[in-house]
């Protein structure tokens, strides 16, 4: 299709196989630029579609044929409904494939992280919706972080699903320095989207491991692409106060959390303070309560000693007092007892004493008679004895028989009866009658 | 990558836990100081995530070839 500088459009009109590429019916066609002016900015706005190749369109024509240039068909109207019912079609049609397939619902399947903060962005370089989205981000009015990559991919026409494909797996390949992607659309006409109802696109993008989100600007039906991404936005602002959002929201749990975790440590210490200023009170209660309980055993204790103590004095002094009483008697008596005998010893004593005195002194008076009257006779008897021992004895006087001759020889005093009492040389004393002869021995000799 | 070190959801989720355990005076107060530390470390390790640009994760993304 061709648009020539006079605005005549020149175009086109083919028939593929069913399923294939393959053209079984061709035939030029031309839109004259008076008709091209009208009939391009009605289809366009209202299936919100840019009017160019691969569209399939139903016509009001007027068959022309020219010498030169052969046969051609003059449009005259295009009949946009029909292209939007093929569209609409076709769109289904990838939808449920897409369904058969599995994928379709894959990566709304994904987590996305509470705070996507590493954002992948597939977009044109020099979209002007770019940029604002990007200092959106960067200058959000809470100050968080966000870290930006751009993929650069074409974002319109028949090569954008090429394009963002290869987008895509440049990013797979740094798969962990990433949050999320983000496919974003500068602002601008809201036609040519049907490059994003492209099923390869849709199948690659569905099963891409991390959250796309995506804003390509418009607000008409979603395109497949939106379908199959995680969340889908109407335009790139959206995506990045989503994004800011994901992020507030997360800001202002965590403040929550700690407002909640500062409240409840507080109430468990205060409640901790309390139990502690109640046990110290129970404490001060229960050690007071002891103490007097205590105190008053200890009072009642003490009266009870005291009590005791006398009753236990009292009953030791009568005890002691019964004791010494009976000792006393008991001594008494003892001694009593002790005296009586002793009398009685005594008596009989000097009784039995008198008894054997009287027995001694009647025996000593018949001794005396005895004696006296033996003696009487004894010494008659006596004295005759002894008158006649005295002329015995006036026989045998030394005396008598030395004046008879006899003599006494001694030696040192000593009579000597036998001559081995004596030596030559001794000294004899040889007493007579009527003195004493002192003579040495010069000899001595046997008898025989 | 110090970044993967603890994740939000991590973070959060061990808040909560240990929120849990407080509401439930499942702590006694001397676990109480250490999980009142460990929770500050918590948020300070978010909010630092939130708001402080990490250099490292910039220049892996500046090095990135397209």
């Not at chain 1, 009487?376 to 030394?398: A, C, F, M, Q, W």
């Not at chain 2, 990558?1 to 006694?28: F, G, P, R, S």
Request: negative net charge; aromatic residues 6%.
């Amino acid at each position: 299709m061709t648009v020539n500088r006079s605005g005549h459009c020149y175009l086109d009109l083919i028939e593929t196989e069913a399923g294939t590429d393959t053209v079984i019916a061709r035939c030029r066609a031309t839109i004259w630029s008076y008709t091209f002016r009208m009939l391009k900015p009605y289809f366009e706005t209202t299936t919100g579609q840019a009017f160019s190749n691969g569209l399939k369109i139903l016509v009001q024509a007027k068959v022309e044929f020219h010498e030169v240039f052969g046969m051609s068909l003059n449009i005259r109207d295009i009949d946009p409904v029909y292209t939007l019912g093929d569209m609409a079609r076709q769109r289904q049609e990838i939808i449920r494939k897409l369904q058969d397939d599995g994928v379709f619902e894959m990566n709304k399947e994904l987590e996305l992280p509470l705070v996507p903060q590493r954002i992948a962005i597939v977009s044109s370089p020099t979209a002007a919706g770019l940029q604002d989205f990007i200092d959106q981000l960067h200058n959000n009015p809470h100050h968080f972080v966000f870290y930006t990559k751009l993929f650069p991919a074409v974002m319109q026409g028949t090569d954008a699903p090429r394009s963002v494909m290869n987008a895509l797996e440049l990013i797979y390949e740094y798969e962990d320095m990433f949050d999320a992607v983000v496919i974003i659309r500068g602002g601008g006409a809201q036609i040519d989207l049907a490059c994003f109802d492209n099923y390869e696109l849709a199948f690659h993008a569905a099963q891409f491991p991390l959250p796309i989100i995506t804003g390509i600007g418009h607000d008409k039906d979603d395109t497949v692409l939106d379908m199959v991404a995680h969340t889908r936005m109407k335009t790139p602002t959206a995506v990045a106060e989503f994004l800011i959002s994901g992020a507030l929201t997360f800001a202002q749990q965590l403040n929550e959390l700690e407002t909640h975790f500062i409240e409840l440590v507080n109430e468990q210490l205060e409640a901790n303070k309390d139990r502690l200023m109640d046990a110290a009170d129970q404490l001060n209660l229960l050690v007071n309560q002891f103490v007097s309980k205590q105190t008053n055993r200890l009072e009642i204790a003490g009266i009870q000693l005291k009590n005791q103590a006398e009753s236990f004095l009292k009953s030791q002094q009568t005890d002691l007092n019964k004791v010494t009483s009976n000792t006393k008697n008991r001594t008494e008596r003892y001694i009593s007892l002790q005296n009586h005998i002793l009398e009685q010893s005594v008596q009989e004593l000097s009784f039995t004493f008198r008894k054997q005195v009287l027995k001694s002194e009647n025996k000593l008076t018949r001794l005396e008679q005895l004696l006296k009257s033996g003696t009487t006779g004894i010494l008659r008897n006596e004295k005759k004895n002894l008158n006649r021992i005295s002329e015995k004895l006036r026989l045998v006087d030394p005396q008598n028989i030395l004046k008879r001759g006899y003599s006494l020889t001694l030696l040192n005093g000593k009579i000597v009866k036998s001559i081995d009492q004596i030596s030559e040389g001794d000294q004899l004393e040889t007493r007579l009658s009527d003195g004493i002869i002192e003579s040495i021995v010069e000899k001595i000799s046997n008898k025989e | 990558m110090a970044t993967k070190k603890v994740t939000y959801k991590e973070a959060i989720t061990e808040i909560e836990e240990i929120l849990e355990k407080i509401e439930n005076e499942e702590l006694d107060v001397d676990e109480l100081a250490e999980q009142v530390s460990r929770v500050s470390a918590l948020i300070a390790i978010c909010k630092d995530k939130l708001h402080k640009t990490e250099a490292e994760v910039e220049k892996i993304l500046n090095e990135m070839n397209q």
